[in-house]
């Protein structure tokens, strides 16, 4: 890359609808090449950057990421952290959430921007969403503040007009362009004739420490979602037949469980056998307060650790990294309880 006073950004491309085309066999959605896809989107060639292209070495629609996905998204980052200022990342929005706060823990420190978009209607449609998603995100990863550091050194999910905190998000829409809701965190930019960014919500960097990626994922983690009617066998063939290490569990309200005489056992057994099991509430708004009702006390009594105001793509991702580090149990449970990437409200 020529060293010139035009910012860089690297491009890359995981697949997902906005690089998909209609098979005509089928009539399925498919992905299609990278080459095929700057040949749809010329306007490309016509922004004030310099741009790499990169790909994953498999394009896939984005329900087949997989951790290891996301270890290869990671490389790719880090491996030319150095040559660019930004990275835009294209992924398909069935799991952008989960990618975009996996890669939120997974790359601690960053100060450059990492911006997630896609799209609900291919490029090639003309109605397509893709082309204002990905060019105003390659403006974001430009952007510059006063002092001449990146205006937002966070990994964002940038769609329909609005820049959010990517482990703050989940997709909510699969039919409108407005995909994606940030619910406990407030927008970090909106775009209109005008990108505003809000600059006080932004994280920063540590200065005194260097960036350092984390390739290290253990999976060993399950979601179990509680229900009235739920059933104590099946809880039991989920939780206690495997090697699971860590669990989130989706309660009600602010944190609150049935209290059957055989699930705050249950629970309290896992984590005494150093299972991590996070409370997070079934609600997209609001926090977790497990002292508040009886039935989040016996949670807490059970030593469930609060899962604050997270979203449960960031409490699955953040787990994974946490496992995949070697950390023992309590310190897993200290760093829960910690903001490690603006995830949670404490
Ligand atoms: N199934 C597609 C994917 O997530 C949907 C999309 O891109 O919007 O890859």
Redo the contacts with the bound molecule.
């Keep these: 890359m020529k060293h010139t006073s035009k910012p860089s950004i690297l491009i890359l491309y995981t ?4 690089g ?1 085309v209609e098979n005509p066999q089928t009539g399925a ?1 498919e992905n299609f090449g990278l080459e095929r896809f700057t040949q749809l989107f010329p306007e490309l060639n016509r922004q004030p950057y310099n741009i790499d292209y990169l790909t994953l070495e498999h394009p ?4 087949d990421m997989e951790p290891k996905n996301w270890v290869e998204i990671a490389r790719k980052i880090a491996d030319n952290y150095e040559r660019f200022d930004g990275f835009v990342v294209l ?6 959430a989960y990618t975009a706060s996996a890669l939120s823990f997974m790359l601690e420190n960053i100060a450059k921007p990492v911006i997630l978009t ?3 209607l291919p490029i090639g449609k003309l109605r397509t969403d893709g082309k204002e998603n990905l060019l105003t995100s390659l403006e974001i990863a430009a952007a510059r503040n006063r002092s001449g550091g990146a205006m937002v050194p966070e990994v964002c999910i940038y769609f329909d007009s609005c820049l959010m905190r990517g482990n703050r998000t989940t997709k909510v829409n699969a039919e409108g362009f407005n ?1 994606f809701r940030s619910y406990n965190f407030p927008p970090l930019a909106t775009a209109g004739i005008n990108i505003r960014f809000s600059p006080s919500l932004i994280r920063h960097p540590d200065p005194l420490r260097p960036f350092t990626p984390h390739f290290a994922l253990d999976d060993r983690v399950m979601l179990l979602t509680l229900f009235p009617g739920i059933r104590q066998e099946y809880v039991e063939a989920a939780l206690l037949t495997t090697d699971i290490k860590a669990l989130v569990l989706k309660t009600y309200g602010s944190g609150n469980a049935p209290q059957k005489p055989w699930l705050a056992p249950l629970l309290h057994q896992l984590s005494g056998r150093g299972v991590i099991i996070v409370n997070n509430t079934q609600c997209n708004e609001g926090a977790v307060e497990m002292a508040r009702y009886e039935t989040g006390l016996q949670l807490l009594q059970a030593g469930v650790v609060n899962g604050y105001d997270s979203t449960i793509e960031s409490s699955l991702t953040k787990l994974m990294l946490l496992l995949g580090s070697g950390l023992s149990p309590q310190e897993i449970t200290l760093r829960m309880n910690e903001s490690l990437a603006g995830e949670i409200t404490l």
Excluded at 15 to 18: A, E, L
Excluded at 91 to 96: K, P, V
């Design positions: 697949g997902g609808t906005i998909m959605l896939i629609d984005s329900s992924h398909g929005t069935d799991t952008m896609g799209s609900q995909a």
